[in-house]
């Protein structure tokens, strides 16, 4: 089974809750906040915080009034620079990103398979912003 590992899963829903809060024109959040609405434990989302501030994602604000808020407008975020900023690259062999990996490559049917299904799934992610998960949010809490 492929699947994104906890550190993706809630590193995307830190991000949408933090795009939502900027769209409401909210001040910087602090992660206890969202420690608390999420059910992610504080010190879990302290590690995640750091690669999406590496990668201009997040950006703290220090002082009273602190926090973390976006870096920039959900519009602007797209769905694969959160995973892979906490994940690494999208792929669902080793090969395809690392072709040294395997020596069997030139002669590999399968090879084309994992490579045109890794693409197909970047592709998803990468059409898809931050804006589009915060639409859907909306639509399955039309209360919120």
Request: contains cysteine; hydrophobic residues 35%.
């Amino acid at each position: 089974m492929i699947k994104l590992s906890t550190k993706g899963r809630y590193g995307t829903r830190l991000m949408l809750n933090l795009g939502k809060r900027s769209l409401d024109g909210e001040a910087p959040v602090v992660l206890k906040d969202v420690s608390n609405e999420e059910e992610i434990s504080i010190r879990y989302l302290e590690q995640i915080i750091i690669p999406l501030k590496m990668n201009k994602l997040v950006k703290s604000v220090r002082g009273a009034g602190g926090g973390h808020t976006l870096a920039k407008p959900p519009s602007q975020i797209k769905l694969i620079e959160i995973i892979e900023a906490l994940e690494g690259p999208i792929s669902l062999v080793d090969c395809v990103d690392d072709k040294d990996s395997c020596g069997r490559i030139p002669l590999c049917a399968t090879y084309e398979v994992w490579k045109e299904a890794s693409q197909l799934l970047r592709n998803y992610f990468e059409k898809t912003t931050l804006q589009d998960l915060i639409t859907i949010w909306h639509k399955k809490n039309p209360q919120a």
